[in-house]
Each structure stands twice: as C-alpha cells, then as structure tokens.
C-alpha cells in the first residue's frame, strides 16, 4: 500500500478492516484533491475556479434506500416506519465486507474531519472515499482539524462512500443496489451506488440526531442561524422547508452567518454541525445571492451545473440534469461567517412558511404548546407549476422541518424545543413568506422588504411593546403594528377582501394540520395539542 498525505500516526486503514487499497491519499488540501478529479476526469474547472461535478443517476437523496440498523441499541429507540427502515444486523456485516474486499487494490481518499463546532458534543469523523471530489466535497461541509492535531487524530464514526459498488438487493437485504446504512453500534455509515455527495452529510446529520438528544440533551435542529454582531452576540433561529427563505432571510449582511443548515442547542447557546453550505444553486444570480455566488470559487464545488455554450461560465437556469443543482463551499467562503460556529443562547426563533393559501398572518407569536405543534407539523405548501401535475396550493409537512433525517419520534425533539423555550425565555415567530389578499393565482405574495422588515423587528425589539389580537382559528397572536410595513398587511382577512371567502380557506388548512397530526397524537403530551387550530364553522 503507498500512503500519501497527513496521514494519522494512531489508526490507520487496517483499523477500518481495510487492506490491501492500491494508493491511500490521506488529509489531501483542496488543490491536490481538485487535481486528482481533474486527473480522474471526475469534473472540469469553471471560471471562477470552482469544481464541476455530476452526481449520476442519482442527483438527490434516495430516501426509501436509508436504512438504520435494528439491533438491541435501536430496536426501542428509533421511530421506525417509512422514515427509518430496518435493517438486518447480520445483513450488513455481510454487506461491509463485501464493501471491504471491492475495495482491495482500489486508490481511496481518506479525510478526518469532525461533526460540531462546540468541542463538548464533537463527533471525530473518518471518511474513505473513492472519488478524489467527494473527499474535497467533506474537506467543504465538515469542519477542519488542524495541522498538528492530525497526528493524532482517532475517529469515533466512519463513512465508507463507493459509488461504484453496487449491492445485489436480493443477497444483500438492500432495496435497490444502492443504499446509505447506518450502523450506530459499528458507528459505521456504508454508502455504495450513488454518486450523490449529500448522502453523506445527511447521513452524520442523522447521527447527530439520535446521538445529540439521547446522550447529551442537546436540542438537533435542522435550521439556519445567525447573530448580532454586537456585544450582546444575540442569537436567531429560523426553521424552514425548501422555498420558505431560510436562506435568504437568515442571510443578514448585518448580523454574522453562524451556519446555513444544521445545529445544536445547549444550555450555553447554538452551535453549528458543519464547517461549510451545501446551497441550491437553481436560477442564482450574483443580485439575488450576493454572499453564495461570490462564495463559488476555489476550492468549491457544484454539482449537476452545465456552461453557457462556447464558456466555462455556469448557465444556472440550465436544469437539463436536474432542478436540484446545488454548490459545496467551506463557510469561510462567506464574508461575515461567525468563526468558530458557535452563539449564544437564541432569543428568537423564526418558523418560516410558504403558505400558498394565503390564509397565515405574515408575522405572529407562538405561544409555547403552539410552537411546539407547528414544530412537528413542519408545514409549508408547493404552488402550481413547481411540480408536475399541481395546479392548486398542495399542503407539505415535514416533522420538526426535517422529517427525513430524524431517527427518534418528533415529540422528543419538540419537548425538548418547549423546555428550552421556557428555560431560556424564547419567543417563537411564524413567518408566512407565501401569499397574502387570496391564495396562489388570486393574491400576491409577500413583499420580501416587508418580511425583513418584520423579522428586523422581532430581533431588535420592535413588536414588544405593540397591542397584539389571536387569530380566530390558529390563534396565533398577530402584532397590530409593526415598524416599515403598512399596517393592513399584517392582517391576512383584511387584506382579502371577502371575509367568507377567507374563512373557508382558513378552515380547508386548518382541518389539513389537524389530519396530519393524527399520527402523532398518541406521543403528543396535552400542551401540544392545546396547540392546535381549530376550525371555526361559525365564520363562514
């Protein structure tokens, strides 16, 4: 075996089970692993110096091939069902070695890297790729030892990624022939017959998730953060699906970028998982995204992007390959990135939504039992024309914004939410970014100038002192002024013009959150439910 690189003085390979690789390139900087893919034909330069890479057949997560397996550590802790399937103890040892032996005489990629910002609840990650871009892709998301502390580096969770091997799922126990296993008494992750880089980063984020509250009662949140960045380092929260703004809001120029997408809560404050942003990179221009389009440099990667004909400039219109083209950047990348990744205790916590009905205020507080129901709902809605066959508003709920990367049962992480609200005295803000005056086609949606202006203040302490009313079905309390937005605004049934029309769109959402959380109710304790809307059949 020839090794090369900052390789770990205390375990090496043989500890993994792995011998016999060809080549071992250990801890490589991103230049040398942007050389090896060039060599590799992995991916071309764009002339921003970044790296462009194609995922392959698959271009996102495979959800229904993440499996978990049930052993006597999981078989009583984890929400098992469409989210974590089963898998059988004996069936991955197998399929490990199979993985094992495939790699023999093979060049790998080995990174050491840690999951955490704060150095209490630190995972030690080791990582052994195939792919010289996938290594660069964690050098990105993950965050980066130093020098010296490589020497001595012991891993706690390890990543083997083969996109080229294949599973045979009638041997093998496996769906398809590709799969992402989690093993969390091995603390083994085994990912073969993607090319989907991600799967890599949601697979230690699923980690975290069980690992996190179970072990250390740290709150897991898949979320944005940021800061002031005055003296009282104020910290904000903001929960979201995909098309909510949750990148865009949380990207402040005045506050400081604590991280893009998942974190932990402690009793002292907030701490990024990552050491870099996995954005999406759909229709990006440098005036929508100032902070990503300038981060896709050196040293970042995007995936699943093609040039402008006759250029080496990336087309991000072009969606041939897919919708889902996305770039990996280290979050130094970003101007006013918090380093290290760590704030104080949050004193706002913004749940953002898309509501294409256009029937939620576009500001409103939470009380606790309320916070913690929309927590597990995870609601927002898909508008006509982002997927095929939708031509009205379709409701969307994804437990604690996050559904597929949580390996224990939403209430646990929303007791957990509810209990830090009241020992930390946090307040919780509903966002609706979607559409206001009617729903999707017949309103508008919310003026972004309008939504920041809320958010501005909410943080500084502007709709402290204002009168607030509760809204009569999801009774949620909804300022009566705010500063820089007309007050009419704030009021989704004035701002409809047909009070019948309204409510009965109010009672159609409000009767979908209460379908959805039917089953969860047999976990939910009687504050969350206390939480729920209800449906006022006298309004219309």
Request: glycine share 8%.
């Amino acid at each position: 075996m020839k090794e090369f690189g900052l390789k770990s003085a205390k375990s090496g390979l043989e500890s993994l089970g792995l011998k016999n690789v060809a080549e071992a390139y250990w801890n490589l900087s991103p230049a040398e692993l942007t050389e090896h893919a060039l060599a590799n034909k992995e991916g071309v330069l764009t002339d921003t110096g970044a790296l462009m890479c194609d995922t392959g057949k698959f271009t996102g997560r495979s959800p229904k091939d993440k499996f978990i397996v049930k052993d006597d550590k999981t078989k009583d802790t984890v929400w098992w069902g469409d989210i974590n399937i089963p898998f059988d103890e004996a069936k991955f040892d197998a399929l490990h070695e199979k993985m094992l032996k495939f790699l023999e005489n093979k060049k790998v990629y080995v990174r050491d890297a840690y999951a955490g910002a704060d150095k209490t609840y630190r995972l030690n990650l080791r990582v052994v790729n195939t792919q010289a871009w996938h290594n660069l892709f964690c050098y990105n998301m993950f965050l980066r030892p130093e020098k010296y502390k490589l020497e001595t580096f012991e891993p706690t969770f390890t990543i083997i990624n083969a996109p080229e091997f294949e599973a045979d799922p009638e041997v093998d126990g496996t769906r398809q022939k590709n799969f992402a296993i989690v093993n969390f008494s091995k603390n083994i992750i085994l990912i073969g017959g993607t090319g989907y880089a991600g799967e890599m980063k949601k697979g230690i984020f699923s980690v975290l998730n069980y690992t996190l509250p179970t072990d250390h009662n740290v709150l897991s949140m898949h979320c944005s953060a940021n800061m002031s960045e005055k003296a009282d380092g104020d910290t904000a929260i903001f929960f979201g699906l995909s098309g909510t703004g949750k990148t865009t809001l949380s990207a402040d120029e005045n506050r400081g970028l604590i991280g893009d997408d998942e974190h932990g809560w402690t009793e002292n404050g907030v701490f990024n998982f990552e050491g870099g942003c996995y954005a999406k990179t759909i229709d990006l221009t440098e005036e929508k995204e100032p902070q990503i389009y300038r981060a896709i440099k050196f040293g970042a990667i995007v995936e699943n992007t093609r040039f402008f004909p006759g250029t080496r400039t990336v087309d991000y219109e072009n969606i041939e390959v897919t919708q889902n083209t996305r770039t990996a950047y280290p979050i130094h990348h970003i101007d006013n990135a918090v380093s290290p990744s760590i704030g104080g205790i949050p004193k706002n916590i913004f749940f953002l939504t898309c509501d294409a009905y256009g029937v939620l205020p576009p500001i409103s507080k939470l009380s606790k039992g309320q916070a913690m129901y929309h927590f597990i709902s995870g609601y927002t809605a898909k508008v006509a024309g982002t997927e095929a066959g939708i031509t009205e508003p379709q409701t969307v709920f994804s437990a604690c914004f996050g559904a597929p990367f949580l390996p224990l049962h939403p209430t646990q992480y929303a007791e957990m939410l509810g209990k830090k609200m009241d020992e930390q005295k946090v307040t919780v803000w509903l966002i609706n970014t979607g559409w206001s005056g009617g729903p999707y086609g017949v309103g508008s949606r919310m003026k972004l100038k309008y939504t920041r202006a809320m958010i501005t203040a909410a943080l500084n302490g502007g709709l402290d002192e204002v009168g607030y009313r509760n809204h009569s079905i999801f009774g949620c309390a909804i300022p009566a002024t705010c500063p820089d937005v007309p007050s009419e605004v704030l009021s989704p049934r004035e701002t409809w013009k047909n009070d019948k029309g309204y409510y009965e769109m109010a009672n159609k959402l409000a009767g979908e959150f209460n379908e959805n959380f039917k089953k969860f109710e047999d976990f939910a304790n009687e504050e969350i439910m206390a939480g729920a809307p209800k449906p006022n059949l006298s309004k219309v």
